[in-house]
């Protein structure tokens, strides 16, 4: 399984957050309080994530992106926090990269990670 490149920088803050899928259903009734029960023990956590590169940076990632992890459909090993200190976690890609070029050497990439086992 790859790691993503320790030459990149970490997420920014700005951006930086996250929320499990939800874990019941949820009945309304016709008259008084609506019926909640749940359905799973344990959901995907999603952490929408972005970054900052240099262009040079940039190429190291999407070639990342392209070779080490087959255009963001494998898991990968990546530092993140998501509540409980940087620890490392398994993540996937769950939408397309969007890159915006911010600067003449600067791109700013987002995208949303699957977290495995978080």
Same mark, same amino acid.
């Given at each position: 399984?790859?790691?993503?490149?320790?030459?990149?920088?970490?997420?920014?803050?700005?951006?930086?957050?996250?929320?499990? %899928?939800?874990?019941?259903?949820?009945? =309304?009734?016709?008259? &008084?309080? #609506?019926?909640?029960?749940? !359905? +799973? /023990? @344990?959901?995907?956590?999603?952490?929408?994530?972005?970054?900052?590169?240099?262009?040079?940076?940039?190429?190291?990632?999407?070639?990342?992106?392209?070779?080490?992890?087959?255009?963001?459909? %494998?898991?990968?090993?990546?530092?993140? =926090?998501?509540?409980? &200190?940087? #620890?490392?976690?398994?993540? !996937? +890609? /769950? @939408?397309?990269?969007?890159?915006?070029?911010?600067?003449?050497?600067?791109?700013?990439?987002?995208?949303?990670?699957?977290?495995?086992?978080?």
């Amino acid at each position: 399984m790859a790691d993503f490149p320790a030459t990149l920088p970490a997420p920014l803050l700005s951006g930086y957050g996250g929320e499990a %899928d939800k874990a019941f259903i949820r009945t =309304d009734m016709d008259a &008084g309080p #609506a019926r909640q029960r749940q !359905r +799973f /023990t @344990k959901t995907p956590y999603h952490q929408d994530v972005s970054w900052r590169f240099k262009a040079t940076e940039m190429i190291v990632f999407r070639e990342f992106h392209k070779t080490d992890i087959n255009l963001g459909t %494998d898991w990968f090993n990546m530092e993140l =926090d998501i509540g409980d &200190g940087l #620890a490392t976690y398994v993540v !996937r +890609f /769950t @939408k397309s990269c969007r890159d915006e070029k911010i600067s003449n050497n600067t791109w700013q990439v987002s995208t949303s990670l699957e977290v495995q086992n978080a």
